[in-house]
């Protein structure tokens, strides 16, 4: 670290060390990025906007991290910033139509649905290999409106992150989604009053 640096040197703290015109080339410089992520945008197309794909995830840190990297630091030209923006945008839509023309890969980008649970029995190996927990899945039961395992067919995992749940139209043969949260409810000690 510096040693002269001012502590709470407020100037330095707020505007930094570059000339107060610099404020100008910043905002010149959001323009012009502004307009190449316009680009990106469009080159995605409208699915680009709704749920994002893992490939995309990586996609969206990679261009905020080009793009701030651009308009924050003077010494980043906007041509850097330009062609990392561009070049992940293409190899993103390079890997994305393998994907969709090889299996092997879109399993392997984007990984396949998994089946949580069938027919009421959790599939435990599915759901610990997904690094998703009892009560996360049980949760998402009971938000579809599950009460109990006995009343699902399918939970799947999408590809998403989302779970998909497919109950049938039996009577719940108990409440074991309800149990642990009814429990501790009564383990919670009585207000005071």
């Known amino acids: 670290m510096k040693a002269d640096i001012t502590v709470f040197d407020w100037d330095r703290m707020l505007l930094g060390d570059p000339p107060l015109p610099y404020m100008l080339e910043i905002g010149l410089k959001i323009l012009i990025v502004f307009a190449i992520l316009l680009l990106v945008l469009r080159l995605l197309g409208k699915h680009g906007q709704q749920n994002l794909s893992p490939m995309q995830h990586l996609l ?9 990297d651009a308009l924050l630091y003077p010494d980043v030209p906007i041509a850097y910033a330009a062609v990392i923006l561009l ?13 969709e023309r090889f299996r092997p890969v879109r399993d392997y980008v984007e990984s396949r649905p998994r089946i ?9 190996h599915a759901l610990n290999s997904e690094r998703t927990t009892r009560r996360e899945l049980f949760a998402e039961l009971r938000i579809k409106g599950a009460r109990s395992l006995s009343q699902v067919d399918f939970a799947i995992l999408e590809v998403t992150g989302d779970i998909s749940v497919f109950l049938n139209d039996r009577p719940p043969a108990n409440c074991d989604l309800l149990d642990y949260v009814v429990d501790e409810d009564k383990d919670a000690p009585a207000p005071a009053g």
């Open 116 to 124: 949580l649970v069938k027919d009421g029995e959790i599939h435990w």
């Open 87 to 99: 070049g992940v945008t293409a190899v993103t839509l390079g890997v994305e139509f393998l994907s």
């Open 60 to 68: 969206m840190i990679a261009l905020g991290s080009a793009a701030g």
